[in-house]
C-alpha cells in the first residue's frame, strides 16, 4: 500500500505544540489539529485540501493521541486525532466521537527473519518478556529485541487493550516516542519486533524495509481490515469538545466524506464515512 505521509519535522511540531493556545477556530478562520501521529497523513493531506476549499487556515501536529485529547478538553486546540478510545476519565469530558477510518496494528520484523507469522498468544509473552528467543516460535537462535511505544502513544493503548489484556509489559523494552522511530530500529536489528499503523508500514522515503508477521494466521491486508478477520483492528478518531461545530464541523464532514476516501485507502487505511453526525 502506497504511504502518503507528510510527516512534520519534529522542530516544527514542538514549535506548533507552543503555538496551539494561540490559535483556535475562533480567531481568524484558524483552525488547530493536534493527536496521533498515525492519523497524521490524513489530517494533513485534508487540512491541505479543505484549506484550499475553504479558505481556513489548518493547524496540524502529530504530538500524540493523549496530548491532542488533552489539548480540546483544555480549549487549546479544537480537533483531537487519536488512535485510540477514550479512556474513562476522558470520556467524562463531554467530547464528540467522529470515527474516520478502520486501521490495523501490523507486527513488524527484520526482512531477514525468516518467521512468517505468530499467535496473540506467543505475541503477548513476547512483549511480556516471557518468550526471548525466536526460536521458541519457530525462528533461529537470535534473541528477540522488543521495541515498544511510549505510554502518551493510542498505538500502544490500543496494543496493550487487544494483545495484553491485563499482563504487564516488558520493563525492559526499548521504548521509543513515534511510529517512524519503531520502524527505522525494526529495519536496522535483526532480532527487533515492534507494531506500528499498517499505513505505515510501507516508507516511499526509505529503502530500509521491514516485513510484517501473521497474527493467527491472518495478514494485516485492507480486506481482512474490511471484514473484520485480522484481530489487531481499531478505528482512528476525531473528537471535539461537545457536537463540532462551525469550521471544525466543516472539516470534519469533509475527511468523512467520499472526497478523501481515496486519501485515506493510500495512506493504508480503510474510509467510514458517515459524514458529520457524531458516533457518540
Same mark, same amino acid.
Given at each position: ?23 483556535? *477556530?475562533?480567531?481568524? @478562520? =484558524?483552525?488547530? !489539529? #493536534?493527536? /496521533?501521529?498515525?492519523? +497524521?497523513?490524513? $489530517? %494533513? ?25 488533552? *489539548?480540546?478538553?483544555? @480549549? =487549546?486546540?479544537? !480537533? #483531537?486525532? /487519536?488512535?485510540?478510545? +477514550?479512556?474513562? $476519565? %476522558? ?44 526460536? %521458541? ?144
Amino acid at each position: 500500500m502506497a504511504l502518503l505521509k507528510r510527516a512534520l519535522p519534529l522542530l516544527g511540531a514542538m514549535a506548533l505544540a507552543l503555538a496551539l493556545g494561540a490559535c483556535t *477556530a475562533s480567531e481568524g @478562520g =484558524t483552525l488547530t !489539529v #493536534a493527536g /496521533s501521529t498515525t492519523v +497524521l497523513p490524513i $489530517a %494533513e493531506i485534508a487540512a491541505e485540501d479543505f484549506e484550499e476549499e475553504s479558505g481556513v487556515h489548518v493547524l496540524v501536529s502529530g504530538l500524540g493521541s493523549s496530548a491532542g485529547i488533552e *489539548a480540546v478538553i483544555n @480549549g =487549546t486546540a479544537d !480537533v #483531537a486525532t /487519536s488512535s485510540r478510545d +477514550l479512556t474513562q $476519565a %476522558e470520556a467524562k469530558e463531554g467530547l464528540s466521537q467522529y470515527a474516520v477510518a478502520h486501521d490495523g496494528i501490523a507486527v513488524i520484523v527484520n526482512d531477514a527473519n525468516p518467521v512468517d507469522g505468530i499467535s496473540l498468544d506467543e505475541l503477548r509473552d513476547i512483549y511480556a518478556g516471557k518468550i526471548e528467543n525466536w526460536s %521458541e516460535v519457530g525462528g533461529p537462535d537470535l534473541a528477540i529485541q522488543v521495541v515498544n511505544r511510549d505510554e502518551a502513544s493510542g498505538t500502544r493503548e490500543a496494543f496493550r487493550a487487544i494483545v495484553m489484556r491485563g499482563t504487564p509489559f516488558d520493563r525492559t523494552a526499548a521504548v521509543l516516542p513515534g511510529t517512524g522511530q519503531v520502524r527505522d530500529v525494526v529495519a536496522r536489528t535483526p532480532g527487533a519486533i515492534g507494531y506500528i499503523s499498517i499505513g505505515f508500514v510501507e516508507n516511499r522515503f526509505t529503502s530500509a524495509t521491514v516485513k510484517t508477521l501473521d497474527v493467527d494466521g491472518v495478514e494485516p491486508t485492507e480486506a481482512n481490515l474490511e471484514s473484520s478477520a485480522y484481530p489487531l483492528s481499531r478505528d482512528l478518531y476525531f473528537f471535539t469538545k461537545g457536537p463540532a461545530e462551525g469550521e471544525a464541523k466543516a472539516f470534519i464532514d469533509y475527511v468523512r466524506s467520499s472526497a478523501m476516501d481515496e486519501t485515506i485507502r493510500d495512506a493504508g487505511y480503510v474510509p467510514v464515512g458517515k459524514g458529520g453526525e457524531a458516533d457518540g
